[in-house]
Structures are given as C-alpha cells and as structure tokens.
C-alpha cells in the first residue's frame, strides 16, 4: 500500500505533494474540468512526476450525468472518461474512478442493466491500456454505491472494482466494517476521510485520526484482502481550513503512517512464527 493525497496535475502540486513525504497524488477530473485539456497536458505532468518522485495513483471524474433522461450514452460525458483513461494509461495510473448516474421513471433493475452497460464499455475500452476501472461508492451522480447495487452490476462485471470510501457508507447508515469486509477483493482504490459520529449522526468530516471511524480495524481488513493500491487522503470538512487544516493533513500523515509495512520489510528467521 502506498499513502498518498488528493491534489491538483500543476508542478507546485507535486513539490506539494514531496514536501508532505508522500509518494503517491490522486486527481479529481470532475465535471467542471474539460478532461481533453488535462490530457493534453500528460507529457509535462509525467514528467513533474518523475522530477518530483510522486506517482498517479488513482484518476476519477465525479458529478458527471452519464445517462440522459432516455437512458441513453451521453457521448460527451463518454468521451470524458475515456481522455480520462487514455491519461491514466499514458501515466501509469492503475486505477480510474467513475460512477453511472439513475435515471428517473426507470426501474430498478432498468438502471442496473444501462449501467452495466456503461460501465462495460469503459471496460471494454481500458482493456490493454492497464487501467482498471472502479465505481465510487458516493451518491454524486451515481447510485451503484452499495451491496444491492453492487451485487447486480459488479456481479455482471467480474472486471469492475469499487473505490471504497468508508464516510460514505456510514452515512447511509451501514455497518462499513462488514461492508468492507464482504467486498475486500473487489476493492481497488481507498479513500482516507474521517468522519465524527456523535449520538448516531455524522457530525463533521473530520481529518483520520481525529475522527471516531476504527482506521485499525479497516487496515487489518485491507491486509487481510492483500489490498497492494493507494490509501488517498481526501480533506474535506469546511472546518479544517488554512493553518488549522495543514496541520491535520500531517497529523492524517503521520496518523496513517504506523499502519504500513514497510516496503522492504523481512520477518527475522529468529523470531518463531507459529
């Protein structure tokens, strides 16, 4: 597993992004950003990469409607994630994050199938370019969040993974650890955000470590899955900002870090293992 943070495709990004000790940045291409400008820009970011000895770890675009009010392929919003994609295998990135927006007057199992359809193409699309495609568990734009969706459309699609957010599924109200632990394998990307519950309720998207979410008990069923991607730091809260919120970022840092096994960890051939 490898730390890393949500952060903008500039160079000062990346110097930003060394400075903090991390080796790893996610991109948020959303829907406010014309994702064939970025793409046009691949070779100066893969070369601030490299100067800077941070990776891509992960690429998505959320808040993106990718089914009109027919159900139909909007093509732009295909086209999208594609540059997207073609970004990330020009990179290296392994992981491209997308989801598929409902489509009112559609049943259930209606916006299942035009879904897996989507997603199917952008499968279809990535094959070779060594990307894998995986389907954020936030409702912005998306309804495959959850095990009901997830047993349907990523039964369909051995291929499709999830970005796996644990906030998200607390605020639904779901037991995120068996959630986690009943989709470890299908995991391919993870975000870090804390969430403050009290009496019940989400109070704040507080920084992990500072949060009441049990991160120990999510590693453990990370390690257990043999999860290898990016563990993605994502401010969030409008209540962390300026001194305060750099602060928690390192603290988030340093939080997390005691949790990774180092890179060129060997266990000791003097120490019984039983």
């Known amino acids: 597993m490898v730390l890393g943070i949500i952060n903008g495709w500039d160079e000062g990004h990346f110097k930003a992004v060394q400075k903090l000790g991390l080796k790893a940045v996610e991109y948020c291409i959303n829907h406010n950003y014309d994702s064939a400008a970025v793409l046009a820009r691949k070779e100066e970011i893969k070369a601030n990469s490299e100067k800077y000895g941070v990776k891509v770890g ?84 998306n309804f495959v969040v959850d095990e009901k969706a997830w047993t349907v459309v990523l039964g369909a ?50 920084p992990a470590g500072l949060d009441t979410t049990k991160w120990s008990a999510i590693m453990s069923l990370l390690y257990i899955a043999n999860y290898d991607g990016m563990l993605s730091i994502e401010p969030h809260s409008h209540n962390w900002r300026g001194a305060k919120g750099q602060w928690a970022v390192e603290y988030t840092i340093n939080f997390m870090k005691p949790f990774l096994m180092p890179e060129d960890y060997e266990a000791s051939d003097d120490v019984y293992m039983p």
């Open 58 to 141: 992960a690429i998505g675009r959320w808040g993106m409607r990718r089914l009109d009010a027919d159900g139909n392929v909007i093509p732009e919003a295909l086209q999208h994630d594609k540059n997207l994609i073609d970004l990330a295998s020009y990179l290296g990135c392994p992981v491209f994050n997308t989801g598929c927006n409902a489509v009112e007057g559609k049943s259930y199992y209606e916006n299942c199938q035009l879904a897996i359809g989507y997603f199917g193409t952008l499968l279809d699309y990535a094959k070779g370019k060594n990307v894998k495609i995986a389907v954020y568990n936030c409702d912005w734009e």
């Open 157 to 206: 699609l051995p291929e499709l993974g999830i970005k796996f957010d644990s906030s998200h599924s607390i605020n639904r109200g779901e037991d995120y650890l068996r959630v986690l632990r009943d989709w470890k394998d299908r995991v391919y990307h993870v975000h870090i955000k804390g969430n403050l519950q009290i009496d019940g309720h989400t109070y704040d998207d507080s």
